[in-house]
């Protein structure tokens, strides 16, 4: 349990969470932007309003992947002030942003939890559904005939494939399907054989190699892999389903414009469907209506002129939409790093309550915080602290590692080293930490090279981690 907790406390279980928010709002938007496509090229042809939502969920795991990067350097004050059991933020109505960031922060554990959990349920799934493709490829398996092979050889051609192509006669699948990329295999079942008529079951291997032709095997295992990755979002999974539908009628279109013969295809589907209702939705035909879609669409009358128009608007929009998402995406990313406001502070030694009172006071004065110390414990002595053009987010854990430090109550059996560093990063002034006092404490992710020089003398393990681990100079 401890080491999943401190692998939930890591800089990227924070960027996985929040990209896992972001995503959600962001293939949103997208969506939203392949719906208006698609509804705009109608009449265009399969294949490019397939392209049209492949990029869109193209355009999804890239926009994930741009703000799972910048999540992990960017530093927030929200969550350094949800974290840190020595700050207590003073929420008022101008704060709410700032509450909800914190809320969000304190709950993304859980929520990276549970996408892990989803995340290795999918994976298995998949995994699973990989090794029953395997077995169903090269089990269960029925004699060529000669004259299916020269057929199907003749087909490829017609088809325009260059690379080999097995055709196998399987006793387990349902339905016609493709298997491999480089070595693809066309299955089709032995049922298939004995109730179609042979232009029938050309018509349907046609279909087939069409997704060779296409590659759609490579991409489809792509689209798998960012289903599993998003099973959760809804925007995503309604992206993939078209690409599912578009990809379907691309290889429809393949098939008709090789055998010249719609209506027998027409009939081929209708037909093929009506042996077994089971099998509708692995052939995309989901109901009536459905069938009668892609039935309809096949008869269709080509447009040229007006596609060529809507081509040239999607990819006008597509490219807009996508750039926009983009440059939020980056500017978001860069404002948060790059405009982050600092704080200087001089002053001179001060009682440590005064002390902790006039710095905090400082840094919600400059960096626009609100935030209060808990009470400090040990009130002895003084203190002081310099500050110079230091980021809020570092000047807030500067004060909190300090005012931890003077809380630490030192065990009584508690262990007490010397250490002397000097020009050293600080995750090896923190491994020096460690090994003297037998613990496995580490830095923060965004200071962990910066050079650190001090000294101490029979100093408590307790106070030396914490000293280190807010150590900025």
């Known amino acids: 349990?401890?080491?999943?907790?401190?692998?939930?406390?890591?800089?990227?279980?924070?960027?996985?969470?929040?990209?896992?928010?972001?995503?959600?709002?962001?293939?949103?938007?997208?969506?939203?932007?392949?719906?208006?496509?698609?509804?705009?090229?109608?009449?265009?042809?399969?294949?490019?309003?397939?392209?049209?939502?492949?990029?869109?969920?193209?355009?999804?795991?890239?926009?994930?992947?741009?703000?799972?990067?910048?999540?992990?350097?960017?530093?927030?004050?929200?969550?350094?002030?949800?974290?840190?059991?020595?700050?207590v933020l003073q929420v008022h109505t101008q704060s709410t942003p700032v509450d909800m960031m914190i809320f969000l922060n304190s709950h993304i554990n859980t929520l990276v939890l549970l996408w892990l959990v989803g995340f290795a349920i999918y994976t298995i799934k998949t995994l699973q559904e990989y090794r029953y493709c395997r077995y169903i490829k090269n089990t269960h398996l029925t004699a060529t005939p000669e004259k299916w092979r020269c057929i199907f050889i003749e087909l490829?051609?017609?088809?325009?494939?260059?690379?080999?192509?097995?055709?196998?006669?399987?006793?387990?699948?349902?339905?016609?399907?493709?298997?491999?990329?480089?070595?693809?295999?066309?299955?089709?079942?032995?049922?298939?054989?004995?109730?179609?008529?042979?232009?029938?079951?050309?018509?349907?291997?046609?279909?087939?190699?069409?997704?060779?032709?296409?590659?759609?095997?490579?991409?489809?295992?792509?689209?798998?892999?960012?289903?599993?990755?998003?099973?959760?979002?809804?925007?995503?999974?309604?992206?993939?389903?078209?690409?599912?539908?578009?990809?379907?009628?691309?290889?429809?279109?393949i098939a008709v414009n090789i055998n010249q013969d719609p209506l027998l295809f027409a009939n081929t589907l209708k037909e093929f469907a009506d042996m077994n209702m089971n099998l509708k939705s692995a052939m995309n035909i989901h109901g009536n209506k459905l069938l009668l879609s892609r039935v309809t669409r096949l008869f269709a009358k080509p447009q040229k002129a007006k596609n060529v128009k809507n081509s040239l608007l999607a990819t006008l929009l597509i490219i807009v939409t996508g750039g926009i998402t983009s440059l939020y995406v980056n500017a978001e990313g860069n404002n948060s790093s790059s405009e982050e406001k600092t704080v200087t502070i001089k002053m001179e030694p001060l009682p440590t309550l005064e002390a902790f009172a006039f710095v905090t006071a400082q840094i919600n004065a400059q960096c626009g915080t609100n935030i209060k110390l808990n009470s400090i414990k040990n009130d002895n002595g003084t203190k002081f602290f310099n500050m110079t053009a230091m980021k809020c987010s570092h000047a807030i854990r500067r004060l909190t590692g300090d005012a931890a430090s003077v809380n630490a109550e030192v065990p009584k059996h508690g262990k007490s080293v010397d250490l002397n560093i000097s020009n050293q990063p600080l995750y090896k002034a923190m491994d020096e930490v460690n090994k003297k006092c037998g613990t496995n404490a580490t830095v923060p992710e965004d200071t962990r090279n910066e050079l650190a020089d001090f000294s101490f003398i029979d100093m408590p393990c307790e106070k030396m981690i914490l000293f280190v681990q807010s150590y900025i100079k």
């Open 1 to 87: 349990m401890s080491v999943i907790l401190e692998i939930m406390q890591r800089p990227w279980a924070y960027a996985l969470g929040w990209t896992i928010l972001h995503s959600l709002w962001q293939c949103a938007l997208i969506a939203g932007a392949c719906a208006v496509l698609l509804l705009f090229t109608k009449q265009a042809t399969a294949n490019f309003r397939y392209l049209i939502a492949l990029a869109g969920l193209a355009f999804c795991v890239l926009t994930s992947a741009i703000t799972f990067h910048r999540s992990l350097l960017v530093n927030s004050n929200a969550i350094e002030i949800a974290n840190n059991p020595m700050l």
């Open 156 to 253: 490829c051609q017609r088809v325009g494939i260059q690379k080999t192509v097995e055709l196998r006669i399987s006793e387990l699948v349902p339905i016609p399907c493709v298997i491999g990329h480089l070595r693809p295999v066309v299955l089709i079942p032995l049922g298939l054989l004995l109730s179609m008529s042979q232009q029938q079951i050309e018509a349907i291997l046609l279909h087939e190699l069409g997704h060779v032709r296409r590659n759609d095997y490579l991409l489809a295992f792509a689209q798998t892999i960012a289903k599993t990755l998003f099973f959760f979002n809804p925007f995503l999974l309604w992206i993939s389903n078209q690409m599912d539908q578009e990809r379907e009628h691309a290889c429809d279109d």
